[in-house]
């Protein structure tokens, strides 16, 4: 059995840059300038710091809920995509319960982009709306 290797995300990446840089200034600020950006959308969520990407089944007529922090002031963009057996839609609720983005186009593939006015709790929930079950997976900024 071979050694399962670590995953390199993006935070390690940085994190590795940074111990390699010998100090030098012009790079520290563009890790710096790389962690702003990476900070964007999702701050956390029921798989850890974002941003997300994960699939899940959901069985026919079925929704998943995936509770999520985002930042304030900052686009949040999420994608669902399912395997294109069903139709899915994507909502994205606020934590009052309100839902602050729905895409119910028909089809396999939703989007939603929202600018939370403050940091807080948010709930994204894939739905399958078909008659069978679907892989859908979740991807966020």
């Known amino acids: 059995m071979r050694p399962r290797?670590?995953?390199a995300t993006p935070q390690a990446l940085l994190d590795e840059a940074e111990q390699l840089s010998g100090g030098d200034p012009t790079i520290l600020a563009r890790?710096?300038?790389q962690r702003q950006q990476a900070a964007k959308g999702v701050t956390a969520s029921s798989f850890g710091a974002g941003p997300v990407r994960v699939s899940r089944e959901i069985p026919a007529k079925a929704?998943?809920?995936i509770a999520l922090t985002v930042r304030g002031g900052e686009p949040l963009h999420m994608i669902a995509i399912g395997d294109g057996d069903t139709d899915i839609d994507l909502e994205i609720r606020d934590a009052r319960g309100r839902i602050v983005c729905d895409d119910r186009t028909p089809g396999h593939y939703a989007r939603c982009t929202v600018t939370a006015a403050f940091a807080g709790q948010y709930t994204a929930r894939i739905?399958?709306?078909?008659?069978i079950k679907t892989l859908a997976t979740l991807v966020s900024n």
Do not use: E, Y
């Open 5 to 7: 290797l670590p995953v």
């Open 127 to 131: 739905i399958n709306r078909g008659l």
């Open 31 to 33: 890790i710096t300038a």
């Open 63 to 65: 929704a998943w809920r």
